[in-house]
C-alpha cells in the first residue's frame, strides 16, 4: 500500500491536499462509506483517483455522462495512469475487451455507466475483478428531487451482493438535505462520514444585472472584465449569432454547441483552453468535466431551469482562487418565456407512446428485440420525419429514459473500427482476384498488428496518406470490403447514441409510471420557480441564497455579490452621495458638461441612482440644466 501523498507528488505534482480531500481519502483507505460534498472545482476526482493507485486492484467508477467519463480517462491516461471506460456507444467486442483487460489487472481506474451494471457480460467480468473502492460520481443522480435523476443510480447498492466488503464512496457538487438522504438511503451507505465542503466561492462574485438590452451591457462587461470568458445561451443559432456580434467588436470569440462537427468543436476547445481565444460563446453542452482554472467571467444571457445547473455552470469562473465573475443579464420576460417554455416542453403519456413507437419504426426495432443494441441517433431527424415538437420529444425520451426503456447519450467522436472476418490466406487469396484492394489490405495488416483477432480503430486520413489517394476513396474501399464480408468496418461518428435497456414491448404492454411522471413534471416546475426567484431577488446576498438552497447558512454577506455592492438600492448612502455630488461638482467646476456625460462618467451599475441624485441636485437649485442639455454647477 502506497502513502497517497508520494502518489499525489509523483502523478499530479503536489506537495498538499485541499480541503477536506486528505481526511476523505483516509476514510476510502480505511474501507468506510462515505458522503463527499464538494463544489464544482472542489477536485472531487482526486479523492477516489489517488486511493485507486495506492491500494491493489481497481477502483470503480459510476458515472453518467460520456464525456466526463472520457475526459477523466485522457486526463488519467496523460499522467501515465492505466485507466478504461465502457459506454454505450460500444460494440460488444470492445465491451468485453476493456473488461477483460480490467479483470486482469491491466486498469486502475474503470468507469461505467449505471445501466451497464445489470448487463449479463458486466457481470460476469466483475466477478473476476479485484475492486478495492466504488465510487459513485455526480451522485444527485439517484434522487428524483435532484435535478439530473437517472433510475439506474437507484439500483447501483444491488452491486453489494457481488462486493460485499467494498466500500463505497458517493459524491456530487451540488446536493439539497433532501438528496443527501436519497444517497444515503438508496446506495446503503453503512454509517457514512459525510465531508462536505463549503459551497461559498469568496473569490466568485454573483450578480443579476436587469437589462433592456443584454448586448450593449454584456460588451461594457467583457471590456471592463479582461481574461478568459464563457457566455451561455439556451439557443444553438443564438451561439453563432452572437459570436459574429462579438467578433464585429474585436472580440476574439468562438461558439460552440452539439450541432457542431467533433473536429471543429475540438479544435474550437483547444483555442480557448490555451488561450488562443479568449471568449467562447456556447450552449450547455460546452464545459462538462473541462479543468480551466483561469476563467475570470462567466455569463449567462438566459435563465438555467435549476439553481444546481446554475451553480455548476457558474462556478466554472475562478477555479484558480482569483476574482471572478458571474454574471445573469435578466429580464423580466425571461421568467415568463422559460415557464412557457416548460409548459409546451411537456410531454403527457400519450405523447412520450408516441415518441416509443416512433423510435421503433424509426430503427426497424421489431417486438421483443433491440435489448443493448446501441444505435446512431439525430434526434432533430427523428423529429422531423414523425413531425413532433422537436423540445417536446426530447423530453419524452427523458421521460423513456426516466422509465428505464433506453439511454440517450450526449454527442461523442467515435472512430472508425476495423477487424477482418476471414484469416490471411483468404486475404492473400482475395488481393490476387482484386487486385485495387490489395495495397489497403497490406497497409491495415501492416499498420494494426491486432486487426484479425480484435478491432482496431483505423483512420481513414491517414491510410489515404500512405495509398497516395483521397480519404473518401479509402471510406469506400472499406465499405466494399464490409460488402464483401471480408471485413467488419464501423464508420466514425459525432452522432449521440441511443441504447435500448429492455427488448421492444408492444405499445399495449408498454407501461408507464403516470403519478412518477407526475411527480418528476413537478419536481421541473419547482427547479424552474426557485430559478425565476434567484433572479427576480434583488433584497438578499446571492451567495447567501445559494448557499441555503444547498443546506448552508451562511452568517455573514459575502460582501461582493450586486446586492451587497449595493446595486439594487434606490438610492446612493450618505457617504456614497456625498463623494458623487463632489465629484460632479469638480467636473463641472473644471468646463461644462452635457448632462450625458456626468451619467456616463460613473459605472453603468450606478446609473438610476446617478440619474436621481442629478434629479435631486436639479431640484434644490445646486444644478441648472439649460435647454442643449448642459448642465452647471450653480452651488
Known sequence: MSNPYDILRKYWGYDSFRGVQADVIQSAMARKDSLVLMPTGGGKSLCYQVPALCNPGLVLVISPLIALMKDQVDQLLARKIPAS???????????????ERAAYGNVKLLFISPERLKSDLFQVRLAKMQVSLLAVDEAHCISQWGYDF????????????????????????????????DIVNFLELDQPKI???????????????????????????????????????????????????????????????????????????????????????????????????????????????????????????GRDGNKAYAVLLFQEADAINLMERFEKSTADTAFIREVYQGLANFFQIAVGQGEFHVFRFDIMEFARRFKFPATKTYHALRELEQEELIVLSSSLHDPSKVKFRVG????????????????LI???????????????????????????????????????????????????????????????????????????????????RRNIEAMIEYAQNSEICRQRVLLKYFGEILEENCGCCDHCYGRHDKDLSKDKKLDATERIKKMLTEKEHKLEQII????????????????????????????????????
Not at 465502457?86 to 476493456?98: C, K, T, W, Y
Not at 473541462?290 to 446554475?310: A, F, G, M, T
Open 85 to 99: 471506460y465502457i459506454h454505450s456507444g460500444m460494440n460488444h467486442v470492445s465491451i468485453d475487451r476493456e473488461l
Open 150 to 181: 437517472r433510475p439506474a443510480y437507484q439500483e447501483i447498492a444491488e452491486i453489494k451482493s457481488v462486493l460485499p466488503d467494498v466500500p463505497i464512496m458517493a459524491l456530487t457538487a451540488t446536493a439539497t438535505d433532501k438528496v443527501r438522504e
Open 442 to 524: 497490406k497497409v491495415l495488416l501492416r499498420t494494426y498488428g491486432g486487426i484479425i483477432d480484435d478491432y482496431s480503430r483505423v483512420f481513414e486520413a491517414r491510410l489515404a496518406k500512405y495509398l497516395e489517394t483521397n480519404e473518401k476513396s479509402v471510406v469506400e474501399l472499406l465499405k466494399q470490403l464490409h460488402q464483401y464480408e471480408l471485413l467488419f468496418y464501423t464508420e466514425r461518428s459525432n452522432l449521440p447514441s441511443l441504447t435500448y435497456l429492455k427488448e421492444r414491448l408492444h405499445h399495449a404492454n408498454l407501461k408507464l409510471d403516470e403519478k412518477r411522471i407526475d411527480v418528476r413534471r413537478a419536481q421541473r
Open 195 to 317: 465531508f462536505v465542503s463549503s459551497f461559498a466561492r469568496k473569490e466568485l462574485s454573483y450578480s443579476v444585472l436587469k437589462e433592456s438590452d443584454k448586448m450593449r451591457k454584456m460588451v461594457d462587461i467583457l471590456s471592463r472584465v479582461k481574461g478568459s470568458t464563457v457566455i451561455y445561451s439556451r439557443s444553438r443559432k443564438n451561439t453563432e449569432v452572437l459570436a459574429a456580434f462579438l467578433k464585429k467588436r474585436g472580440f476574439s470569440t468562438s461558439a460552440y454547441h452539439a450541432g457542431l462537427s467533433y473536429k471543429l468543436r475540438n479544435e474550437r476547445q483547444k483555442d480557448w483552453m490555451h488561450n488562443k481565444s479568449r471568449i467562447m460563446v456556447s450552449t450547455n453542452a460546452f464545459g462538462m468535466g473541462i479543468d480551466k482554472p483561469d476563467v475570470r467571467l462567466v455569463v449567462h444571457l438566459d435563465l438555467p431551469e435549476s439553481l444546481e445547473e446554475y451553480y455548476q455552470e457558474a462556478g466554472r469562473a
Open 424 to 439: 490471411r490466406d483468404r486475404l492473400y487469396e482475395f488481393s490476387r482476384e482484386q487486385p485495387k484492394f490489395a495495397e
Open 600 to 635: 456616463a462618467s460613473f459605472p453603468s451599475s450606478k446609473k438610476d441612482k446617478i440619474v436621481s441624485l442629478l434629479r435631486e441636485l436639479l431640484d434644490e437649485g445646486i444644478l441648472h440644466l439649460d435647454g442643449n442639455d448642459h448642465i452647471r454647477w450653480k452651488g
